[in-house]
């Protein structure tokens, strides 16, 4: 008989600063009723779930406790926030070697008490780390997502929307391909109220040149370097990424997101995960949409690409 998942557990892999602050927004949200916590500190998985438990009651009622791998048992999304974080002045890339010898341990453990379940990723570098949990795992490519861009996305929109005094929600914009360096803005089709930001800002009185866009984008860009220079990590804003990635999931919403998933046969791409505008539901990635970008962005997505395949192609995944 084929494993069945119950559609509100959520464990939690790495109760550092983004699984417990993902833990606590998920709590909040009232969305999930089962999160477990593991994480080879086990004391911090304990006192995180003692923490949450104890806000329960005055916000939603959730069971809240920290597990071992068999708790993964069933649960509709596993989540994987386990790694060494990014050091200052560190790429994301620089992690990669570190952070896979810890995902050749925990993804088999996942997957062993959870076939059926959907790995979702955020350990950096999160495209590279996608792709090596969809080859450690042996699951269905749409079973396993990275976060992806759905983070600089949501700076992207923030910071368009304060140059032009709008809520961010009301601003519709990409940010595409690795989560990181070579990042690409889809300035073509970014929007305000259905009108592209060169239009909106023309027939409503806006200054708005390239060198305006491109600080917008520069300041997208580098805001992890920024925040960690100043706090040390970055992990409100990620995880409330993973929350709207888990409630698309749990909600069967088809919400389209920007995250890392395995692409093959987009613009001459082939067999990496990277960002772009994603239709996610029950199943998780249900497809990637297509989307008729500028010869200028084809090739940044092209190398943004290459840059992750050259990462790939040094790690032993096979
Ligand atoms: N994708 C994104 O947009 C995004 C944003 C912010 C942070 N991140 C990444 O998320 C990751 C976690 O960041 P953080 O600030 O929470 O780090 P953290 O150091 O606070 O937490 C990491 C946790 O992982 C645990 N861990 C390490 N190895 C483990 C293993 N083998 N098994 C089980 N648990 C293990 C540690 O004990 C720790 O509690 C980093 O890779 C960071 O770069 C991603």
């Known amino acids: ?96 070697q570190r952070n896979t010898q810890i995902f050749k341990q925990i993804v088999p453990e996942v997957i062993k008490h959870n076939p059926a379940g959907i790995l979702l990723v955020a350990t950096n570098p999160v495209d590279v780390l996608s792709y090596a949990a969809y080859k450690i795992s042996g699951l269905p490519a749409s079973r396993v997502i990275g976060s992806g861009t759905i983070l600089d996305t949501a700076r992207f929109r923030y910071l368009i929307s304060q140059r032009f005094g709008v809520d961010p929600r009301s601003v519709h914009a990409y940010i595409i391909g690795e989560h990181g360096d070579s990042e690409v803005p889809v300035w073509s089709l970014a929007n305000i109220a259905g009108m592209r930001i060169p239009d909106f800002c023309a027939i409503n009185g806006y200054h708005c040149d390239e060198n305006v866009l491109n600080a917008i984008f520069t300041s997208t860009r580098d805001a992890a370097y920024q925040i960690i220079d100043r706090k040390g990590a970055t992990y409100y804003a990620i995880a409330g990424g993973l929350l709207r990635i888990v409630e698309a999931i749990l909600r069967d919403q088809a919400t389209v997101l920007s995250v890392s998933s395995l692409i093959d046969d987009y613009y001459g791409i082939h067999d990496i995960y990277l960002s772009l505008p994603t239709v996610i539901d029950v199943g998780g990635v249900e497809r990637v949409v297509r989307l008729g970008l500028s010869p200028q962005e084809i090739a940044g997505l092209q190398e943004s690409a290459s840059i992750l395949t050259a990462t790939i192609a040094q790690l032993d995944l096979e």
């Open 1 to 96: 008989m084929q494993e069945q998942h119950r559609p509100n557990k959520v464990a939690i892999v790495g109760a550092g600063n983004v699984g417990a602050t993902f833990a606590y927004t998920l709590l909040m949200s009232g969305l999930a009723s089962e999160i477990v916590l593991i994480d080879r500190d086990q004391a911090r998985a304990e006192g995180e779930a003692m923490d949450l438990n104890h806000a329960a009651p005055l916000l939603h009622a959730a069971r809240i406790w920290a597990g071992s791998y068999e708790d993964c048992h069933q649960a509709a999304v596993t989540v994987i926030t386990a790694g060494s974080a990014q050091r200052p002045g560190e790429t994301r890339l620089d992690l990669v």
